[in-house]
């Protein structure tokens, strides 16, 4: 099927005849032959990369051009997000009628806004988590919305994430029965029953651009799914550096995924100097700018280090202990072909697209703490194997698995290669999940009754698979627990939330969470300190997963404990007569201890060095904690706790930007981070007015503090420079700002 027979927009047309789309793959031509530009609701499961994507864009561009719709676009994970809103951006150009160009907008985080600036736009991107927040807010445009695509749908199946996809599209058609949804996803066994649920037709196939080839590796030979077979020669011990090394030789790239970051690190070490002799002498001169830049951007620790001395041989390893911007440089070089060997760990199976010629499965089982090693499931394993093969770039995509047995070679061919991925079933029906979301139903009014909510959950795909019967019992005890704890009060036959179940729906947060801050806030402890306050938020479950102590770290923790005990604000457990939960008391009391060296001014490395937190992890802790304190902020002003507002507005500032209360009117100023700020206030520019009154050329003398920065600065503080100053500047320092000083970030605390 051509574009140019579509009946679409002929400007859309154009755009694609630009980027060289001139025909529809077939899972495409398959889903405008089953109506996607008419209307029809679609779940399309089809492989990686082959082009599920502009099937959304299409519909997307008709119900906006034609039938002046908007559009919301799903997704799982911000990296996606912010991957389809620079995707959807190329139509911007296109004029609607009346005029005015297509618009896209993006929001992934705040979960206290109804966002109202949102309904500006035609094509809106979100996460889920953020959708289900501006439902609970009552989003005023979201009534307007013609076309909901829910991207990687297989998620439902997801412990964590599925229920709030569930929930959200049971919402949006519950709302409006009349939208249109296109549910997209590699993999989903059974795409009837979910197609079902969403009164949607399936369309599943597995055409992929590229062809793929399943194989298991053993004793240096690949013998494929498909009867062939290829030797591999042996240059190390690890077999999976050994694939990487036939592939690179051959002009591809290889993805190896890890079972856990300390294996990927380790992998990419083992292959960094093997992998740097097939290097030309230009690939390495841009890949030690590549290098370059990652020391660069952020702030240096031992994990920046090792990566950028890692991609000078066009290795590089990936998983989410890595900082953002530092994902992001890896990410852009693997697709530009620079970076050749990539170690991850199973998360980016599941996140941003990143093909490679030769996928590699270095473990097909996993550790649990406290279970052991357990096998990946098929579902795991495909969205992995879906990574193979560079369309455009590749003919053929290889994944392997690796044997050590025949025995073992044969258990992988039946378990994993010849198997169908598990079926998808809903996950909603625990209670701890399903507690906010019963809240979030009635404050929100999308019901007002006992039977409302039963009538909401039931429609959700839980009650399609085992029937609203088998969550009754729980959604009555949570109905019950809500009224006790003061947030639903009974009418009549009506159910309202109250004042402070409403604003414990709106924050976003389990009301577990908003029972353990009230309860903190009212009983209050002997002396507050900032521990009290980050004590109190790591007891919450919202803090979740927990930073455990090293069996190394636990006596000093319980000291600790022993020595702050009249600053927490609930009562320290007894060591002997309930171990597990004194446990979970030391891990809540490190994740405050790691919150604590980050507000007073520790810098990452020292960060990792002290507490073994990677700077990721310490993004996400940091994100949550703030979050976490801005909830307890309201919920101390709801309560009227108003003595304790200045302390709890001071720490979510110095959380938010890592610093001590001194630096926070420094750290405000745009482009002015932690380390920069700390470096003007030890210089004795400790005010704003003291930048005012500051010549910039004194500003420029700093470390980390180049031209550019310091006109920003003047800017911001009111303070001017004449173009003839400005002009003399940049000749004698130069244009560029200068590069982070290594000194500065080790000699921080």
Request: aromatic content about 8%; some cysteine.
């Amino acid at each position: 099927m051509l574009i140019e027979e579509l009946d679409i927009n002929p400007e859309v047309k154009k755009i694609l005849a630009e980027e060289g789309i001139r025909e529809l793959f077939p899972p495409q031509a398959e889903a405008i032959k089953a109506g996607a530009l008419e209307g029809r609701n679609l779940l399309l499961a089809s492989p990686t990369a082959s082009g599920k994507t502009l099937v959304a864009e299409l519909c997307a561009l008709k119900h906006i051009l034609e039938g002046d719709g908007k559009v919301l676009y799903l997704t799982p994970l911000k990296a996606l997000a912010n991957e389809k809103y620079d995707e959807f951006k190329k139509y911007t150009v296109i004029r609607k009628p009346g005029g005015r160009s297509i618009s896209v907008g993006i929001s992934t985080g705040d979960y206290d806004s109804s966002d109202a600036w949102l309904g500006r736009f035609d094509i809106i991107v979100t996460t889920n988590e953020k959708c289900d927040s501006l439902l609970r807010h009552r989003a005023p445009w979201i009534s307007e919305i013609s076309l909901v695509v829910a991207d990687e749908v297989h998620l439902l199946n997801d412990v964590e994430r599925g229920p709030t996809l569930e929930v959200v599209l049971a919402r949006l058609m519950q709302m409006n029965p009349n939208i249109q949804i296109l549910a997209l996803s590699a993999t989903v066994r059974n795409s009837d029953e979910i197609a079902e649920w969403l009164n949607a037709s399936a369309i599943t196939t597995e055409w992929r651009p590229v062809k793929l080839r399943e194989g298991i590796l053993l004793n240096d030979e690949i013998q494929f799914k498909d009867g062939g077979s290829v030797r591999i020669n042996r240059i190390v011990k690890d077999p999976a550096i050994n694939l990487a090394l036939h592939s690179v030789k051959h002009g591809g790239q290889a993805l190896i995924f890890a079972s856990s970051r300390k294996n990927a690190v380790s992998l990419a070490k083992k292959a960094a100097p093997e992998v740097g002799e097939l290097l030309s002498k230009s690939l390495k001169r841009s890949l030690e700018s590549l290098s370059d830049e990652i020391l660069a951007s952020g702030e240096r620790t031992r994990l920046s280090d090792l990566l950028a001395e890692l991609v000078k041989c066009g290795v590089a390893f990936h998983h989410a202990g890595l900082s953002g911007v530092h994902r992001k440089i890896i990410e852009d070089s693997f697709r530009d072909g620079k970076i050749k060997v990539l170690t991850a760990t199973p998360t980016l199976a599941f996140g941003v697209n990143l093909p490679a010629r030769m996928v590699i499965i270095s473990d097909y089982r996993r550790y649990e703490p406290g279970y052991g090693y357990y096998p990946i499931t098929v579902l795991e394993y495909k969205q992995m194997v879906g990574r193979a093969g560079r369309p455009k770039y590749d003919d053929v995509g290889e994944s392997i698995l690796i044997a050590r047995t025949d025995e073992e070679r044969d258990y992988l061919l039946t378990s994993f290669v010849l198997a169908k991925p598990e079926r998808i079933w809903s996950k909603l029906g625990v209670e701890r999940v399903l507690r906010s979301h019963v809240l979030a139903t009635i404050a929100s009014e999308f019901a007002y009754s006992e039977q409302g909510v039963y009538d909401f959950f039931a429609k959700t795909l839980y009650a399609h698979q085992y029937d609203i019967g088998a969550i009754k019992g729980t959604i009555s005890r949570i109905l019950e627990f809500l009224y006790n704890e003061g947030m639903i009060k009974y009418e009549g036959d009506f159910i309202r939330a109250t004042e402070f179940g409403v604003r414990v729906s709106q924050l976003y947060i389990d009301p577990i969470s908003a029972i353990i801050i009230r309860d903190a806030l009212r009983r209050r402890a002997q002396k507050i300190t900032d521990m009290s306050f980050l004590h109190m938020i790591s007891h919450t479950p919202d803090m979740a997963p927990k930073i455990r102590p090293t069996s190394s770290e636990v006596d000093g923790i319980a000291l600790f404990i022993d020595e702050h005990r009249n600053e927490f604000l609930f009562d320290v457990p007894n060591e002997w007569a309930d171990r597990i939960e004194f446990e979970e008391f030391l891990g809540e009391v490190k994740t405050a201890l790691v919150l604590n060296a980050w507000i007073e001014e520790y810098s990452e490395d020292s960060i990792i060095e002290h507490f073994g937190v990677e700077p990721g992890d310490l993004y996400h802790l940091t994100e949550t904690a703030r979050w976490l304190i801005y909830s307890s902020y309201e919920l101390a002003k709801l309560l009227g706790h108003r003595d304790l507002l200045p302390k709890l507005a001071e720490l979510m500032e110095r959380v938010e930007k890592g610093v001590k209360a001194e630096l926070i009117p420094l750290a405000r100023l745009e482009g002015i981070g932690r380390v920069r700020a700390r470096i003007l206030y030890n210089a004795g520019l400790k005010t704003i007015e003291d930048l005012r009154r500051a010549p910039v050329s004194k500003l420029m003398e700093l470390p980390l503090i180049g031209p550019k920065i310091a006109k920003r600065i003047k800017e911001q503080v009111g303070g001017t420079i004449s173009q003839e100053e400005w002009r003399k500047l940049t000749e004698t320092y130069g244009g560029e700002e200068q590069q982070p000083l290594t000194e500065y970030y080790r000699d921080m605390k």
